[in-house]
């Protein structure tokens, strides 16, 4: 059973209520094999990604972010707030991994942001789980179960870099074997165009028409002198 620390951070209220809201959950795994260049590597492009996404004043009037840290336990670093509100991300990596704990905090957040949105009137756009790790985490079963019939129902994605030693039976159990990216050098911690990426897919649907969920963005990912690869993880689907 995980511990859930919720330390001192207050929940926001949205702003801007009258434009429709996206909700960005980012889960990461600060357990020991996350020490050095991967934890830094995790708080350089969280920031660097909110800071993007901040430029684009349209963006930036419509996510809000909260984000998750967990080793043996999970942590709520940032309660839910705008993204303008978001305070530079220091995380430091030690201790186990429990990820199935940390995606049952993210998911529980993510659903109740959706009913605080939801009794505010306010338009919801497809909100985003973004799990960063490189390690087992136990049984995913039931929580991998819940997300898929949440993604089904259309009331989030879960998006996934998969860092050097990562499960690969887990990853699949929990995505299908869609929407993850690896890392192309095994032995580098660049996080830098995943969070790109992301920046630009959350800019695009934060700020798309009404009813518009499903927008089609150009990457470079997998690409020749590309930093990340779209993992086939077709043989760990059925284990």
């Known amino acids: 059973m995980a511990n859930y620390n919720f330390g001192d951070h207050e929940e926001l209220a949205p702003k801007n209520i009258n434009k429709p809201h996206m909700a960005i959950l980012i889960d990461v795994d600060r357990s020991g094999s996350m020490s050095g260049p991967a934890i830094e590597s995790a708080n350089r492009s969280i920031n660097r990604f909110a800071a993007d996404i901040c430029k684009d004043p349209k963006a930036a009037a419509s996510v809000d972010v909260a984000v998750v840290s967990f080793n043996e336990n999970a ?7 705008p993204i303008t509100e978001m305070k530079p991300v220091e995380l430091v990596a ?15 957040m993510l659903r109740e942001r959706a009913n605080l949105y939801a009794d505010a009137g306010i338009e919801v756009k497809m909100p985003y789980l973004i799990l960063i790790t490189d390690g087992y985490g136990g049984d995913v079963t039931e929580i991998a ?3 898929k019939k949440r993604t089904d129902d259309r009331k989030m994605k879960l998006w996934v870099l998969a860092v050097k030693g990562y499960d690969k039976a887990t990853v699949a159990k929990l995505t299908d074997g869609k929407r993850v990216f690896e890392l ?5 911690f660049d996080f830098s165009e995943f969070f790109d990426f992301m920046a630009v897919s959350v800019k695009a649907v934060s700020t798309s028409a009404p009813g518009q969920d499903t927008v089609s963005v150009k990457h470079n990912i997998g690409r020749d002198g590309s930093t990340c690869r779209v993992p086939d993880l077709d043989a760990w689907l059925n284990d």
Not at 184 to 188: K, L, P, S
């Open 75 to 81: 942590q709520v670093e940032q309660n839910w707030r």
């Open 145 to 147: 179960e819940v997300i």
């Open 94 to 108: 030690n201790g186990g991994t429990n990820l199935a704990g940390a995606l049952n905090m993210g998911v529980k």
């Open 184 to 188: 192309v050098d095994e032995n580098g």
